[in-house]
């Protein structure tokens, strides 16, 4: 049992914001199945049923106006058109259902932006308050447990499929599956089709052996490799011989080398290693100049523009203080001349005092007006910039001119070790022992170049003729095999047969079940219990033939196009009865094509029964003021909602109540 209890829309198709519509079908402490919620055409009901289909099936779901969109471009176009930067467009779909005899609350949550990447939404499954990695890793295998996609077509359905099912003779292909699904058909179809498979494996294989060599033919080849590994042999044993001699030749050439010249040799590399420890200083010397100069050192080619930056400064940093210290001053001549007026001190010397007080004020203003503070600096920098120009430019001059000395010499010394180098010259009978030294060199390179190459080709012939002794060894058994497989290519017509004999027969034994569940549900929507006495459904096409009392068939083009549509409905109704799962149902303007009465068989008969749960989306003209006030006058909608949508900002908003 299963029973859908809220759905969270958030920035969905034309669903801005965060809606929440509870489902839960309750009212007080009844039990009453239907939540209605009615919009006008185009106001986000077939976008509501998408966005379930959307939450328990994701990349897999089956939406109306998916077509032929990618998962990627699909998620896109659902994202509402008038989100800010950085909002998700989101799903939580909320239900209950029973394992193991417990009830388990789970909370599917989708969530997606329009920059979505490699197809993909963010899927999080909740199980009661935490988080269920392992259902969240393992949805899709999950779901097919008590909602399988293939069946969830009989119980999430609109009046477009009900209508499509109404005018065809045959059953859609959906519906198909769905049949197949529940008759336990796709399991002789699926064992069908692996039959298929292995046939083609077995046909392979034997294609493969036949197209083989035959047994002569491998012995042939088995002869031939033996006469190249005895050439080989015969020939590496040479070989090795003449390395011998060579590595001889090659070790007295090395000592004569050595004997004659090792003094010439010794001074040789006495002088390279000096050369080379006279480059290694240079350049620590190149790296530390680098450094220096990638420090304050660059500055010193502007010492005069930084001395006049420095005197800028302090003439700012005086500008500063008495502009800040103007007020205090003012102060002070205030309080000191309303000190001296206290003292009643002689009225003359008192205006010389104020008089001298307001000229220096003057001064001190003019000062500040006649200089115009440019680099505003704070407290730090001129310290910074004096210790710069009187410490450390100073310093870094010093040790550059000490490093520039160094580099001098040691450039010198290193000019003067490369020409001693030049200079010592290799004598003749040097050249000439140094000459037959590396002519051995190549001579035994040359030829354990070639042993090497011998012992890599018998090795390659020798594991080709284990692999040949081995293929004749097994010839035999592999003759056995193929006889088998031979065996098995043979009989699988036979098999195939008695699948489709087994398949036969289980579709009639579970068609019985369905037929009598189609019957008894359209009989009991038509109001007519004379008209139909059995609706017989082919087991191949699965098409609907309707019977009278006297076993005559009734032709469909008598039925009405309302009564059309109560068989569709009857035949959806019956495969979700026969299915056995108790799960919600969820119709999407059912009611479009019916006159009055048969709306009513629906609303009366169907709508109440057809589910302890059943979902309703419908507009005002389907479900109209007299029929909700039926229902409700019956009890049993649980909660009526109302899909708002603003034709001007094409945005819908989910509020209680219904349109009447």
């Given at each position: 049992?299963?029973i859908?209890?809220?759905?969270?829309?958030?920035?969905?198709?034309?669903?801005?914001?965060?809606?929440?519509?509870?489902?839960?079908?309750?009212?007080?402490?009844d039990?009453?199945?239907?939540?209605l919620?009615?919009?006008?055409?185009?106001?986000g009901?077939?976008?509501?049923?998408?966005?379930?289909?959307?939450?328990l099936?994701?990349?897999?779901?089956?939406?109306?106006?998916?077509e032929?969109?990618s998962?990627?471009?699909y998620?896109?176009?659902c994202?509402?058109?008038?989100?800010?930067l950085?909002?998700?467009?989101?799903?939580?779909?909320?239900?209950?259902?029973?394992?193991?005899?417990?009830?388990?609350e789970?909370?599917?949550?989708?969530?997606?932006?329009?920059?979505?990447?490699?197809?993909?939404?963010?899927?999080?499954?909740i199980?009661?308050?935490?988080p269920?990695?392992?259902?969240?890793?393992?949805?899709?295998e999950?779901?097919?447990?008590?909602?399988?996609?293939?069946i969830s077509?009989?119980?999430?359905?609109?009046?477009?499929?009900?209508?499509e099912?109404?005018?065809?003779?045959?059953?859609?292909?959906?519906?198909?599956?769905?049949?197949?699904s529940?008759?336990?058909?796709?399991?002789?179809?699926?064992?069908?089709?692996?039959?298929?498979v292995?046939?083609?494996?077995?046909?392979?294989?034997?294609d493969?052996?036949?197209?083989?060599?035959?047994?002569?033919?491998?012995e042939?080849?088995?002869?031939?490799?033996?006469?190249?590994?005895?050439?080989?042999?015969?020939?590496?044993?040479?070989?090795?011989?003449?390395?011998?001699?060579?590595?001889?030749?090659?070790?007295?050439?090395?000592?004569?080398?050595?004997?004659e010249?090792?003094?010439?040799?010794?001074?040789k590399?006495?002088?390279?290693?000096?050369?080379?420890?006279?480059?290694?200083q240079?350049?620590?010397?190149?790296?530390?100049?680098?450094?220096?100069?990638?420090?304050?050192?660059?500055l010193?080619?502007?010492?005069?523009?930084?001395?006049?930056?420095?005197?800028?400064?302090?003439?700012?940093s005086?500008?500063?203080?008495?502009?800040?210290?103007?007020?205090?001053w003012?102060?002070?001549?205030?309080?000191?001349?309303?000190f001296?007026?206290?003292?009643?001190?002689?009225?003359?010397?008192?205006?010389?005092?104020?008089?001298?007080?307001?000229?220096?004020?003057?001064?001190?203003?003019?000062?500040?007006?006649?200089h115009?503070?440019?680099?505003?600096?704070?407290?730090?920098?001129?310290?910074?910039?004096?210790?710069?120009?009187?410490?450390?430019?100073?310093?870094?001059?010093?040790?550059?001119?000490e490093k520039?000395?160094?580099?001098?010499?040691?450039?010198?010394?290193?000019?003067?070790?490369?020409?001693?180098?030049?200079?010592?010259?290799?004598?003749?009978?040097?050249?000439?022992?140094?000459?037959?030294?590396?002519?051995?060199?190549?001579?035994?390179?040359?030829i354990?170049?070639?042993?090497?190459?011998?012992?890599?080709?018998?090795?390659?012939?020798?594991?080709?003729?284990?692999?040949?002794?081995?293929?004749?060894?097994?010839?035999?058994?592999?003759?056995?095999?193929?006889l088998q497989?031979?065996?098995?290519?043979e009989?699988?017509?036979?098999?195939?047969?008695?699948?489709?004999?087994?398949?036969?027969?289980?579709?009639?034994?579970?068609?019985n079940?369905?037929?009598?569940?189609?019957?008894?549900?359209?009989r009991?929507?038509?109001?007519?219990?004379?008209?139909?006495?059995?609706?017989?459904?082919?087991?191949?096409?699965?098409?609907?033939n309707?019977?009278?009392?006297?076993?005559?068939?009734?032709?469909?083009?008598?039925?009405?196009?309302?009564?059309?549509?109560?068989?569709?409905i009857?035949?959806?109704?019956?495969?979700?009865?026969?299915?056995?799962?108790?799960?919600?149902?969820?119709?999407?303007?059912?009611?479009?094509?019916l006159?009055?009465?048969h709306?009513?068989?629906?609303?009366?008969?169907?709508f109440?029964t057809?589910?302890?749960?059943v979902?309703l989306?419908?507009?005002?003209?389907?479900?109209?003021?007299?029929e909700?006030?039926?229902?409700?006058?019956?009890?049993?909608?649980?909660?009526?909602y109302?899909?708002?949508?603003?034709?001007?900002?094409?945005?819908?908003?989910?509020?209680?109540?219904?349109?009447?």
């Amino acid at each position: 049992m299963m029973i859908f209890k809220e759905l969270v829309l958030e920035n969905f198709g034309p669903y801005r914001g965060k809606n929440i519509i509870n489902l839960i079908p309750e009212k007080g402490l009844d039990n009453t199945p239907i939540i209605l919620l009615g919009g006008m055409n185009g106001g986000g009901k077939t976008t509501l049923m998408d966005s379930i289909r959307l939450a328990l099936y994701g990349r897999r779901s089956q939406c109306s106006n998916r077509e032929n969109l990618s998962y990627n471009d699909y998620l896109i176009q659902c994202v509402n058109n008038q989100i800010s930067l950085g909002e998700k467009t989101r799903i939580e779909l909320t239900f209950e259902h029973i394992i193991n005899e417990q009830w388990i609350e789970l909370k599917i949550v989708r969530y997606w932006d329009k920059n979505t990447k490699d197809g993909k939404d963010n899927l999080g499954v909740i199980e009661g308050e935490f988080p269920e990695l392992n259902l969240t890793e393992n949805w899709d295998e999950y779901v097919e447990n008590f909602l399988p996609l293939g069946i969830s077509n009989l119980f999430l359905f609109d009046g477009e499929q009900v209508k499509e099912l109404a005018e065809q003779d045959l059953p859609t292909n959906a519906v198909k599956e769905a049949m197949k699904s529940l008759l336990g058909l796709e399991l002789a179809d699926k064992l069908v089709s692996d039959l298929d498979v292995l046939i083609n494996r077995k046909d392979k294989i034997l294609d493969q052996e036949i197209a083989g060599q035959k047994f002569s033919d491998v012995e042939q080849e088995l002869l031939i490799l033996e006469e190249q590994k005895k050439d080989l042999l015969e020939e590496l044993n040479f070989e090795e011989k003449q390395l011998k001699i060579v590595n001889q030749k090659y070790r007295h050439a090395s000592d004569n080398l050595k004997d004659e010249g090792g003094k010439i040799a010794v001074q040789k590399h006495q002088l390279r290693d000096r050369q080379k420890s006279l480059e290694n200083q240079i350049e620590i010397i190149y790296s530390e100049l680098i450094y220096i100069a990638s420090q304050n050192f660059p500055l010193i080619l502007i010492t005069d523009l930084l001395n006049n930056l420095k005197i800028k400064l302090e003439e700012e940093s005086m500008l500063l203080k008495i502009k800040n210290s103007q007020d205090l001053w003012k102060e002070k001549d205030y309080k000191l001349l309303s000190f001296l007026d206290n003292l009643d001190i002689d009225p003359n010397k008192y205006s010389k005092i104020q008089d001298f007080l307001q000229s220096e004020n003057l001064l001190l203003e003019q000062q500040l007006n006649s200089h115009q503070i440019y680099l505003e600096a704070d407290d730090i920098t001129l310290p910074k910039l004096d210790n710069i120009l009187r410490n450390l430019l100073p310093n870094q001059q010093n040790q550059v001119q000490e490093k520039l000395i160094k580099l001098t010499q040691l450039q010198k010394e290193l000019i003067g070790v490369e020409e001693t180098i030049l200079r010592v010259d290799s004598p003749q009978a040097y050249q000439k022992l140094e000459e037959e030294y590396k002519n051995q060199e190549k001579a035994l390179i040359k030829i354990k170049t070639k042993c090497e190459t011998i012992k890599q080709t018998l090795n390659a012939i020798e594991k080709k003729i284990i692999e040949i002794t081995k293929k004749l060894s097994h010839y035999g058994n592999n003759n056995l095999q193929n006889l088998q497989v031979q065996h098995i290519i043979e009989m699988m017509p036979k098999v195939k047969h008695t699948l489709s004999l087994f398949k036969q027969k289980l579709t009639l034994r579970k068609l019985n079940k369905l037929e009598l569940e189609v019957t008894n549900c359209f009989r009991y929507l038509l109001h007519k219990s004379n008209f139909v006495a059995k609706v017989v459904i082919d087991a191949d096409t699965f098409a609907l033939n309707l019977y009278d009392y006297h076993s005559l068939v009734i032709p469909k083009n008598r039925l009405s196009a309302g009564e059309k549509q109560l068989l569709a409905i009857a035949l959806l109704w019956g495969l979700a009865r026969v299915s056995g799962r108790n799960l919600p149902i969820a119709i999407d303007t059912p009611l479009g094509r019916l006159d009055s009465s048969h709306r009513y068989n629906l609303i009366e008969r169907y709508f109440p029964t057809a589910s302890h749960q059943v979902i309703l989306l419908s507009t005002d003209t389907e479900i109209a003021e007299s029929e909700v006030n039926f229902l409700r006058e019956k009890q049993v909608i649980a909660r009526e909602y109302l899909l708002d949508y603003d034709s001007k900002t094409n945005q819908t908003t989910v509020k209680s109540g219904y349109f009447f």
